[in-house]
């Protein structure tokens, strides 16, 4: 099954999602590969430090991505892919080949602004997918209860169309676990609401329970 986690926009979470779930996949004892998409290999550098088995490609052109996915797709049970920024043929590629799309979001009007006409890509995919659509999820990511921004970022997966399985906070464990090369789950009692939070995403992602 191919995961892709995507959206046009750069700095909403698509790495540090895509990064918890192939550890995450991986630790609910499946066999899992990524790809990295983004030409800036930053889940690639955090996944080398981790210590963990996750085999991990670099592509750079949606023809070795869909080589890639094909491959790895065989091999394993699950292949994260994570997106680069922009509405690039590699992104589109994604939007095509995934059976499940996770699309983060963060609570700025520029964040929902541009994401729109990657929602909007995102379902000419589907219509020509139109017997194989993915599954698609939004996540509201970087979420302040209190913040006007974030409630409306909760709400509009509806207006979209789109799923929605969970969010998260805006967490200094979430920030910190990349530059420390870990995951929440590992960080110890500072990291508990991050780890309650992408844990309960992806366990209703992947087996519908909350
Ligand atoms: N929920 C969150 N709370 C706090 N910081 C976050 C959260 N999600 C992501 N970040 C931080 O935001 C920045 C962008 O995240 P990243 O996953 O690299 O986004 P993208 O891959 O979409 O560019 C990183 O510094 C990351 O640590
Ligand atoms: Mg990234």
């Not at 995919?125 to 970022?153: H, I």
């Not at 464990?173 to 870990?182: K, L, M, V």
Request: aromatic share 8%; charged share 20%.
């Amino acid at each position: 099954m191919i995961v892709g986690v995507l959206n046009s926009k750069g700095g909403v979470g698509k790495t540090t999602i895509a990064v918890h779930l192939a550890v995450w996949l991986m630790e609910q004892g499946y066999a899992t590969a990524f790809v990295d998409s983004d030409a800036q290999k930053s889940s690639t550098e955090w996944i080398a430090g981790l210590d963990t088995a996750i085999p991990v490609t670099s592509v750079l052109s949606s023809k070795e991505l869909i080589d890639e996915l094909r491959a790895q797709d065989k091999a394993a049970d699950f292949v994260v892919v994570d997106g680069p920024a922009g509405l690039s043929e590699i992104t589109r590629t994604i939007m095509l080949y995934a059976d499940v799309i996770l699309f983060p979001c963060g609570p700025s009007a520029l964040d929902l602004r541009a994401a729109f006409a990657a929602i909007k890509k995102l379902g000419e995919a589907q219509t020509l997918r139109s017997k194989n659509p993915a599954r698609v999820y939004f996540v509201p990511n970087k979420v302040q209860k209190n913040q006007r921004l974030s409630r409306e970022l909760l709400n509009v997966s509806e207006d979209l169309g789109l799923g929605l399985a969970g969010w998260l906070g805006l967490r200094q464990a979430f920030a910190d676990a990349a530059g420390q090369g870990t995951v929440v789950w590992k960080m110890g009692r500072r990291a508990e609401k991050a780890t309650f939070e992408i844990t309960k995403l992806f366990k209703e992602v992947f087996y519908g329970t909350k």
